[in-house]
């Protein structure tokens, strides 16, 4: 049985009282399931905010990113450590956003993945092509090729560790969501390309879909063979929206 995740992904949004309301909104609400992690990724400024709520609940802590070296004289980033110690487990990598806003590689992503893997976080990889790449029919290779690059030289176990969100780019924000069957072939191809490195791994592996996933489209996204849960942007900002997708996973 693989673990259903449905994570909010917050991006650059909430102030640290702002996160308090709507964590507190989640935690009085109707959100306990044994049937999905819930998992809240808000910015690093309400990190230790959300530690603290958190602390003890159903809910899960994580960042959006972490930098690639363990510390050291890198003005301006975060490390696995630092956000560690404020109770986080789980941390978003290569995120398109950090793609196209902060050129951000395959490579880096892949040092970034092995840093947190190293410090004991669980990595949520993302990946995804544009529509450009869809319409000139490079979905698949454009996919394969990130998810070969950002999960090379893992070994065994910690495959075993990560989490991989297909985000097509074209759905992220823009209310245009996948078809449940164009997201279901594509995280069956995911599947296919993890399994060919390491099938008990590619087995368990949660791959959750991102993009314009709301809560009424999730029951029939989430009701995919190979869809175990999402990464929600815009949805996940308020407590009842993010409920309402939780529900569909239950
Ligand atoms: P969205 O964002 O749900 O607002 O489309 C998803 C994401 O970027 O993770």
Redesign the pocket.
Known sequence: MRKTIIAG?WKMNKTATEAEALLRGLLDGDSRTDKAQLLVCPPYTALETAGKLLKGSHIALGAQDISEHEEGAYTGDISAQMILTLGATYVILG?SERRQYHAETDQLVNAKVKTALNAGLTPIICVGETLEQRENNETESVVAAQVKGTLADLASDQLKNVVIAY?PVW???TGKTATPEQAQQMHQFIREKVAEKDTEAADLLPILY????KPKNAADLLGQKDIDGG?????SLDADNFIGILKAAR
């Open positions: 992904n995120h985000e759905a992220i924000g991102g993009g314009s996933m990464l929600i942007g815009g949805a």
